[in-house]
């Protein structure tokens, strides 16, 4: 099994473990113990997808087909946009709920 067979086997996997947090998450009440718990499994979960994609565009591109590589590259671009405003909910959250933050509000 090669390189590019390899991490397509991971992908499938991690795919389904993406599929999972997902729904977890969307399916939970907001705020919920499982809401968070699903919503932080996604974007570590993507990361990975995203991580094992690269290496499957660069086993495309060795292979000789390097439209199939852009054209994979362009999908994980628009999955990062996904991630990125997941992990930047989470973030702000944390920002706004700082008790540091809360602290200064309260002297003000």
Same mark, same amino acid.
């Given at each position: ?26 399916? @939970?009440?907001? /705020? ?5 718990? /699903? /919503?932080? @499994?996604?974007? *570590? ?38 991630? *990125? ?19 200064? *509000?309260?002297?003000?």
């Amino acid at each position: 099994m090669d390189l590019f067979e390899s991490a397509r086997a991971v992908h499938i996997g991690i795919g389904v473990v993406v599929l999972a947090a997902f729904w977890t998450a969307a399916l @939970a009440p907001k /705020g919920d113990t499982w809401h968070r718990r /699903g /919503g932080r @499994a996604y974007v *570590w979960a993507m990361a990975v997808l995203l991580a094992v994609t690269g290496v499957m565009s660069a086993g495309m591109v060795k292979a000789g087909t390097p439209l199939r590589a852009v054209f994979d590259v362009y999908v994980s671009l628009i999955s990062v946009a996904s991630v *990125w405003m997941a992990w930047s909910s989470v973030r702000q959250r944390l920002l706004v709920t700082s008790p540091l933050l809360v602290r200064q *509000w309260s002297l003000n």
